[in-house]
């Protein structure tokens, strides 16, 4: 179904899907554990949960709470990969890896292991690392909200907000996040000072959004060079599929493996709930509920996304109806 041929979305059978899936996550009894290394997440009502599913004619499906904004944390850190590539291509890779880490998303040990490489963007020291390349040619007052720029493009709505709150709050306990900058400082593999890293990548994890916002916010990565508004280039299309590559295989830490095997599309998930979701050539899904698992990984968001998969017969494996 996610393959090249593509075939119409029945968007009453998904529109059906969505609300069943809402009332059934609306009547869960467990809900995971809300983060609490950034205090102000572990504030949020662990109960609250949205989905939203933006199809490529442009249809969005919602429910539950799909306006509510929250802080989308480490999926900003697809956004950032994706400025990367457009901006240094594969010379990415000669300082950060593409491989699951194996260890926690914010391991020390894993990066003093690997010489200040990180095993792949989407953990915390892949994260500072890449925000180090988007540093390049600027320097003091010109330190950019780069991603927050990129994703408000992405959306269409002008500027978007940062929970500012949430930014205090990591800058008071991050500290774990500095040593992980330190450390690559100290291979050379940061070029930039630390605090100046630090600055663009807690207010890049720090951006708000709903799930209508962030399932638009992922659209580019669902589209090919065949998409409708003939927008997307082949070096578009191209960066896209690698950056799906690793959603899929690192997107969801020590928990990608098993989410594959539930759910079967690449996604990247935040500690703030979200999980943003793609199914190439049909939909971008974003799902936010604040309680997570032992991995780190939005429990009921997680979930959802597994019944909205096999449901409407969704996964980058193959289908399993008959079209």
Known sequence: MAGRNRTDIDHELLKKVVDGIAVEIGNATEWGKNSDYIPELAKVDTRQFGIAVLTRDGKTIAGGASETQFSIQSISKVFALTLALKKHGDKVWKRVGKEPSGDPYNSIVDMERHKGI???PFINAGALVVDDMLLD????????DTVRDFIAEMIGEGEIGIDEDV??????????NKALANLAKSFDNLHHE????????VRQCA?????RQLARAGRYLMLDREDIDDKVSKQDAERARRVNAIMLT???YDGSGDFAYRVGLPAKSGVG???????PNTASIAVWSPGLDENGNSLLGTLALERLSKRMDWSIFGAIRRV
């Open 118 to 120: 990180p095993r792949n």
């Open 137 to 144: 040619d600027r320097a003091g007052d010109d330190i950019p």
């Open 167 to 176: 930014v205090a709050s990591e800058h008071t306990s991050g500290y774990t």
């Open 194 to 201: 630390v605090a100046d890293v630090m600055h663009i990548y």
């Open 207 to 211: 951006v708000a959004l709903s799930c």
């Open 250 to 252: 690192c997107g969801q």
């Open 273 to 279: 709930g979200g999980i943003l979701a793609i199914v």
